[in-house]
């Protein structure tokens, strides 16, 4: 999890091909987190069958170790409800950036996150569910309940994602009130993420400032742009082939950006981060 959060996802492919190899409990978390690493890159097709997989095993965990539904040992969601929440809150997303929303509704609402992780990560799901459904004011407490419950655990990076995915809901709610408190969100959010070596979150914060402030500032908007090239390029470097062919097939990830020569080869419609 480590290597994917700094974007090095080749040689996070490698740890964790080995640990789905042997099954089980962290085979069926590996299985997740290589699904999560996929649908960072756009590959949200390729990150459904790993989360099946995931799933699966998590499935035949409960059934060999005899647990119930509910029951949660590790209050960081190492567990057999950890991994049964990861499995079906990855599902949930991909359905999101598969455009289904309504099946993305449906398995949400079958997730019990029991673990601060995956409360978390539920409020994240939720909020992204109402920004495709269209309904930017009703994704604004689930972001909001994210934020806090990462603060509350104490865990750096999910509490940068989830700025993240609060400033986003503000700039699209597009009051003028919340604009400006999201501008601020997702700048202070970036410098922090820019300096602990988070690309996977530096790239997709830069490119919702460079949108946002195309209309505004142009210089502005032209320098984080630059910054979104940069930390996606050293990104792309950094990932397995399949990362960057689906990288390079997404609809989400702005390859335009990216200058002739690097991986993937710029593409000549301009795509842009919904997810």
């Known amino acids: 999890m480590a290597l994917g959060g700094q974007g090095h996802y080749a040689a996070a492919a490698a740890v964790l091909g080995e640990l789905i190899g042997g ?4 085979g069926s978390l590996a299985a997740s987190t290589l699904a999560s690493h996929r649908r960072q890159l756009g590959g949200h097709a390729a990150a459904r069958k790993w989360d099946a997989v995931a799933l699966g095993l998590a499935g035949e965990v409960r059934r060999r170790e005899g647990r119930g539904e509910g029951e949660a040992a590790d209050p960081d969601g190492v567990d057999v409800a950890g991994a049964f929440a990861d499995a079906l809150l990855g599902l949930a997303a991909d359905a999101v950036g598969a455009g289904r929303v309504g099946e993305a509704r449906r398995v949400h609402g079958r997730v019990e996150a029991l673990g601060w992780r995956s409360r978390v990560r ?3 799901v939720a909020a992204e569910i109402e920004l495709a459904d269209g309904h930017a004011e009703r994704a604004v407490e689930p972001a909001e309940r994210a934020a806090a ?3 509350e655990a104490g865990a750096t990076r999910h509490v940068l994602k989830s700025d993240l995915v609060l400033g986003t809901v ?4 597009g009051t003028p009130v919340d604009l400006d408190r999201g501008l601020d ?12 070596g988070l690309l996977s979150l530096v790239w997709p914060t830069a490119l919702v400032l460079a949108n946002v402030q195309e209309n505004r500032t142009f210089a502005v908007s032209q ?3 630059e910054r979104t090239q940069n930390a996606l390029s050293c990104v792309l470097r950094r990932a397995d082939p399949i990362s960057r062919r689906l990288a390079r097939q997404s609809p989400w990830i702005p390859t335009a950006l990216l200058r002739s ?3 993937p080869n710029a593409d000549p419609e301009t795509n ?3 997810d």
């Open 23 to 26: 099954g089980g409990l962290f």
């Open 122 to 124: 539920h409020q994240w």
């Open 149 to 151: 419950l990462a603060r």
């Open 170 to 173: 503000l700039v699209v709610l």
């Open 185 to 196: 969100l997702l700048q202070c959010d970036l410098n922090h993420t820019d300096r602990r």
């Open 223 to 225: 320098n984080m742009k």
């Open 261 to 263: 020569g690097e991986p």
């Open 272 to 274: 842009f981060l919904t």
